[in-house]
């Protein structure tokens, strides 16, 4: 299931376990490094967490801009999700590069940012249902009309007279048929001819940088679409995909994440 994850320095912890309680009393579950991380690779485990986050507060002050890890998981964030999904929670003001490319909310009062709350709650349903990708469910068809009688015969309409004295197109026995076309691979740009090996059925990948695809993580996948120019909403669809469909994307964006795929 997606959570919110929140980055913050122990320092703040007195702010961060209020805002926690808000937010679970708001019917969001939360991630935080106290309670929701287990034994082993901690650094991993954050990481993990924020791939499948929707969204993830930051709580701004000196002591967690002086913390080198939560800079490193504002740094990885904005690598995985896109701008909207991202909150800076100013509980004290300070020069943070890059923090300026992001809506902020005013806790310096100490007070709860009922807003954020707010806002998360009404995107919560949205972000759910783009992190699961429903099935879509094909069209039901069109019911049977009872009432609708069929058309009327026509008994007085004769049918087109044969013509006995047309005689067939003379066969052409030395004629060879056109060769088949099974062999044809699809057109492919000059940028990536050199890659492309079978294409499988409807991955949009050469069976080599499938291959490589799948062995990333969903945040370094979508920092591959973004790099490749994808707008964030494809990436946050398609970084989840094992197989994905790429016939949406410009061709350009195609042909730079098969090279990127291709070193990977």
């Not at 709650?121 to 049977?144: F, I, L």
């Amino acid at each position: 299931m997606s959570h919110i994850v929140i980055s913050y320095s122990q320092h703040d912890r007195e702010f961060v376990d209020r805002l926690v309680e808000r937010l679970t009393v708001a019917g969001l579950e939360v991630w935080i490094d106290r309670s929701s991380i287990g034994s082993g690779d901690w650094e991993l485990q954050i990481e993990q967490a924020i791939d499948q986050a929707t969204d993830l507060v930051v709580i701004v002050s000196p002591r967690s801009k002086a913390s080198d890890r939560v800079r490193d998981e504002f740094q990885y964030a904005r690598s995985v999700l896109a701008a909207d999904r991202i909150h800076p929670v100013v509980l004290e003001h300070v020069n943070w590069l890059g923090l300026g490319r992001y809506h902020q909310h005013d806790a310096t009062s100490g007070q709860l940012p009922e807003s954020l709350v707010a806002h998360l709650a009404s995107t919560a349903t949205d972000a759910e249902r783009v992190r699961e990708r429903p099935t879509r469910s094909r069209a039901a068809p069109a019911p049977s009309r009872p009432n609708e009688t069929p058309a009327p015969s026509r008994p007085n309409e004769t049918p087109a007279p044969s013509r006995p004295n047309e005689t067939p197109a003379p066969s052409r026995p030395n004629e060879t048929p056109a060769p088949s076309r099974s062999n044809e691979r699809p057109p492919t740009s000059r940028a990536v001819a050199s890659f492309v090996g079978v294409l499988p059925p409807g991955s949009g990948l050469p069976r080599r940088q499938l291959r490589n695809w799948k062995k990333l993580t969903n945040g370094r996948r979508r920092a591959l679409l973004v790099k490749s120019g994808a707008p964030h909403a494809a990436a946050d669809r398609l970084c989840r995909v094992e197989e994905p469909d790429l016939k949406g994307l410009h061709r350009h964006v195609r042909d730079s994440l098969i090279k990127q795929l291709h070193k990977a």
